[in-house]
């Protein structure tokens, strides 16, 4: 790469453009997400106690049938039961979603939904045009690194929809969390586009800093997941002690697929992008021997990558371990994304080391 070429500042303020433009449309999918859940039934409390009430005989007895009308032609239609949660308590049905199964959230949340897709076709542009402002990959600093992570984050979420899996539930906090990025990166990490420093001018930059971001923004989910799952474990047991839920879990709570279905979303999101972590890590000591003649020198961003490591897989050890699973293993999962997020936010503003670039 030439690192005397010139940044083309045409595409650069076109980037910062795009970015502030995806800003402004995720907005609107924040507000449509709002009227989603607003608009959404609120009177599904009902099913999911009965559905704890009756835990003792749900396992002997079958699911009963109710009969539709669709087109003339009679259609069955059994009720959904998921699995057990990974402490086997019990067996809940999912709830109906944000939209509560009403048309009128259901028409919100379709909305929102489109909203995000334009948000991110119209972040991504903002990333590419970064890109092709200085030619190189858009990962040189914080502000990047965020940038692209909001859109990685988004994207992968997008994908689990297109794969028709009930994920829905995300949107809310998703869009929050990438408007909070956005806005952290736009007022506080804005770097002007410039040129690589020598030691990030290499194809190593392509693979490492990529495998990070893609894995973070899934780590992201898996935390969404399991924080969620903390909520509704909490929800489901207060049922089934005979309490009274608050008006949060009436209106919210209740419309979220069961603890088993978060907790096994989860599980599988964090165990699915762990072996990418290793990688990463390795990768980035191959590209630490190139750059610096190291291949590992307790770096704080190399030793916070290594202690994400061990926390995830302790996590995931804690899963196959019958005296860890559950809320206790849940725990663990958020502490493991917490090393993340530290490693991502506090090791570069206020730990210096030789992975300090550009200021952050």
């Not at 948000?119 to 940038?147: C, D, H, K, Q």
């Not at 539930?169 to 002007?192: F, P, S």
């Not at 973070?216 to 997941?225: E, M, P, Q, S, T």
């Not at 009436?250 to 978060?262: D, E």
Request: glycine share 10%.
């Amino acid at each position: 790469m030439n690192l005397a070429a010139a940044t083309n500042e045409n595409l650069a303020n076109i980037s910062n453009v795009l970015i502030y433009s995806s800003m402004a449309v995720y907005t609107l999918a924040f507000l449509a997400h709002i009227a989603e859940w607003t608009f959404g039934s609120r009177s599904k409390v009902g099913r999911t106690a009965a559905a704890l009430t009756t835990e003792s005989t749900s396992a002997a007895a079958a699911p009963a049938v109710t009969v539709k009308k669709a087109g003339g032609t009679a259609v069955l239609e059994r009720p959904k039961v998921v699995t057990r949660t990974a402490s086997g308590t019990r067996d809940v049905p999912d709830g109906p979603g944000a939209h509560g199964g009403t048309e009128k959230g259901d028409m919100y949340g379709r909305i929102a939904v489109s909203l995000t897709v334009l948000g991110f076709l119209v972040e991504a542009a903002g990333v590419a045009t970064r890109a092709l402002s200085v030619m190189r990959a858009p990962w040189g600093n914080m502000y990047e690194f965020s940038i692209t992570f909001s859109t990685v984050a988004v994207g992968a979420y997008l994908l689990l929809l297109a794969l028709k899996k009930n994920v829905r539930w995300i949107g809310l906090i998703l869009i929050t969390t990438v408007l909070l990025d956005l806005g952290i990166a736009t007022k506080w990490l804005y770097t002007d586009s410039d040129q690589l420093v020598p030691a990030l001018d290499s194809y190593w930059l392509w693979i490492h800093v990529s495998t990070a971001i893609f894995c973070g923004a899934i780590f992201y989910l898996g935390a969404v997941g399991t924080l969620l799952y903390l909520f509704r474990d909490s929800y489901e047991s207060k049922l089934q002690g005979g309490g009274t839920p608050g008006t949060f879990a009436s209106s919210v709570l209740s419309r979220l697929p069961s603890a088993a279905s978060l907790d096994k979303f989860s599980y599988r999101i964090n165990a699915a992008v762990f072996p990418l972590w290793t990688f990463t890590i390795i990768a980035g000591a191959i590209w630490a021997g190139d750059a610096w003649g190291r291949y590992w020198g307790w770096d704080p961003k190399e030793v916070w990558s290594f202690v994400t490591w061990i926390v995830y897989a302790c996590y995931l050890h804690a899963r196959a371990t019958a005296g860890w699973k559950g809320r206790k293993a849940a725990y663990l999962a958020l502490f493991a994304f917490a090393t993340w997020l530290w490693n991502y936010y506090g090791v570069n503003i206020f730990i210096t080391g030789k992975h300090s670039y550009a200021g952050v």
